[in-house]
Nanobody, 126 residues
Framework: QVQLVESGGGLVQAGGSLRLSCVAS????????MGWFRQAPGKEREFVAA????????YYADSVKGRFTISRDNAKNTLYLQMNSLKPEDTAVYLC???????????????????WGQGTQVTVSS
């Protein structure tokens, strides 16, 4: 079992930056692929980024590639999402996610999530 708690959301102007964090509890964190999804009002939840257990493999949605960076610190059981050059269309609730099994983040990239966090709101003003 994995519990996920996000933080770091807030209000930022377009062009600004935010860093989201997700602290995980549970003995399988360091061996699990982790990722971020987001859901804007009236829209479906969408994949943002994923990372394998070592941090050596990453996946990004085309809409955030080159602006967002996913990383992890297994010693701190923490997942990060550095978001730069934010746009109003990035406004959403951002959710931390984890997959079980040795999928290296590929399950998350395909939208298959085993554990969800509760989410943190990111609002980008124009």
């Amino acid at each position: 079992q994995v519990q996920l708690v996000e933080s770091g959301g807030g209000l930022v102007q377009a062009g600004g930056s935010l860093r989201l964090s997700c602290v995980a509890s549970g003995r399988t964190f360091s061996s699990s692929g982790m990722g971020w999804f987001r859901q804007a009002p009236g829209k479906e939840r969408e994949f943002v980024a994923a990372i394998d257990w070592s941090g050596g493999i990453t996946y990004y949605a085309d809409s955030v590639k080159g602006r967002f960076t996913i990383s992890r610190d297994n010693a701190k059981n923490t997942l990060y999402l550095q978001m730069n050059s934010l746009k109003p269309e990035d406004t959403a609730v951002y959710l931390c996610a984890a997959e079980s099994g040795a999928w290296a983040g590929s399950k998350l990239r395909n939208g298959r999530v085993d554990y969800w966090g509760q989410g943190t709101q990111v609002t980008v003003s124009s």
